[in-house]
């Protein structure tokens, strides 16, 4: 098993069974890279994501019950900032807070556990 820096120190990697996960924290995602989905439009022959183009709806994402977790606190955030601005920039940031939660939602009802996978 190989590994890059990861979790709170900016984007890694970890590599195991074939498989390259690259965490991703700024985008509260892990991308199970395939570069043939990549949603990212990686250089021709790439082995790694663009880390910092992370798109919705890529079929490279993974996310785990924690990430969901930080989604719905990143959304409070947003709702907190928007309560101290002018009203259209209140309306983009609650727009956001909201598609923020709605992906933590999907997670929720989609989820699978570890056992499931196996």
Not at 24 to 37: G, M, R, S, T
Not at 68 to 90: K, V
Request: hydrophobic share 35%; proline share 7%; aromatic share 4%.
């Amino acid at each position: 098993m190989e590994g890059g820096e990861g979790v709170g120190g900016g984007p890694g990697y970890l590599a195991r069974d074939g498989i390259v996960l690259y965490d991703n924290p700024e985008a509260l995602l892990i991308c199970a890279f395939k570069h043939d989905v990549a949603m990212c439009e990686p250089a021709p022959g790439a082995t790694a994501p663009r880390q910092y183009d992370c798109r919705p709806g890529c079929a490279n994402t993974v996310r785990t019950d924690g990430h969901a977790l930080l989604l719905r606190e990143r959304a409070g955030e947003l709702d907190q900032l928007a309560d101290r601005l002018p009203l259209p920039l209140a309306r983009r940031l609650r727009t956001n807070a909201a598609r923020l939660r709605a992906t933590a939602d999907t997670h929720d009802s989609t989820a699978q556990s570890a056992e499931a996978l196996r």
